[in-house]
């Protein structure tokens, strides 16, 4: 569904030139749950960018069902923003002054259709992430979880394919994370694609594929295998292009149902 082939990014930071992505190739498919991981400036969130048609990529192509989507115009972007992507962010982004329901609405708003159009989707949503009886509530009066579940539910909304998630734990306790997480795979079972960039390693569990991000490079690309007893393991996918010689991925690593998967992880 999409496909990335030897995308670049670099960014201007005072005199210096900061190579984000150097020759990110990877492909997403329908109905994958895919976690980025890597440390702070692997270029995680430039990667989501280019993905959700934020930015551009210097050189290179990302196509979303094979078509072109790295040299969109500005309106072309925002139309494909509207229209093929939903997003989910850390800090919730919802207005204060509006319902969950209205909040959840919004994006249908954004593209001319009217409030009272819009409310029945926007409650079907609410109840799909388990807060039909909230819908009249404004953030304040809601928990961080359930602000976030409206965030998914506005997500939703456009009836988008690719889903992206941006740090969507980052601000829960544990067990409330765990639960969007939940949501979030579940959301995978109807053919969405969920991309997720996250600095949880608890999080990988509930994921197929685990992206590690090093320096601009992937550094390897995992497949999450799940055992009936519950336990996890990744299991590489394929090499790491970005591993010299003298550098070595650790293998298979098994962890027990209720412990934090330990993922592979390049060493500099």
């Known amino acids: ?23 990110i190739s990877l492909r997403i498919e329908a109905g994958e749950f895919t976690a980025i991981v890597g440390p702070s400036g692997s270029g995680k969130s430039t990667l989501l ?23 969109l115009d500005d309106d072309r972007q925002s139309e494909f923003r509207r229209h093929r992507v939903g997003f989910v962010f850390q800090f919730f982004n919802l207005l204060p002054t509006l319902t969950a329901w209205e909040n959840v609405a919004i994006p249908k708003l954004l593209d001319g259709t009217g409030l009272r159009k819009a409310k029945p989707r926007a409650l079907e949503l609410l109840e799909l992430v388990g807060l039909g009886d909230r819908a009249e509530h ?5 928990s961080g979880g359930q602000m976030q579940r409206v965030a998914v539910a506005r997500a939703l909304i456009m009836d988008p394919p690719l889903i992206l998630a941006d740090e969507p734990t980052g601000n829960l306790d544990s067990k409330t994370g765990a639960s969007i997480l939940q949501l979030l795979a579940d959301i995978t079972k109807e053919g969405n694609s969920v991309v997720m960039v996250t600095h949880d390693m608890g999080a990988v569990r509930y994921c197929d594929r685990v992206i590690n991000l090093r320096d601009g490079l992937i550094g390897s690309i995992d497949r999450v295998e799940r055992a009936d007893d519950g336990a996890v393991r990744t299991v590489p996918e394929e090499p790491a292009a970005a591993i010299t010689a003298d550098e070595t991925v650790p293998g298979d690593e098994t962890v027990p149902g209720d412990e934090t998967v330990a993922t592979d992880e390049v060493r500099a």
Not at 1 to 23: F, H, I, N, P, S
Not at 49 to 68: M, N, V, W, Y
Not at 138 to 142: G, I, K, T, V, W
């Open 1 to 23: 569904m999409l496909e990335l082939t030897d995308v670049t990014k670099q960014y201007r930071v005072g005199e210096q030139t900061v190579r984000a992505l150097d020759g």
């Open 49 to 71: 960018h280019l993905l959700g048609a934020l930015d551009s990529p210097d050189s290179g192509s990302i196509r979303f069902q094979d078509k072109e989507i790295g040299d």
């Open 138 to 142: 404004r953030p304040a009066e809601l």
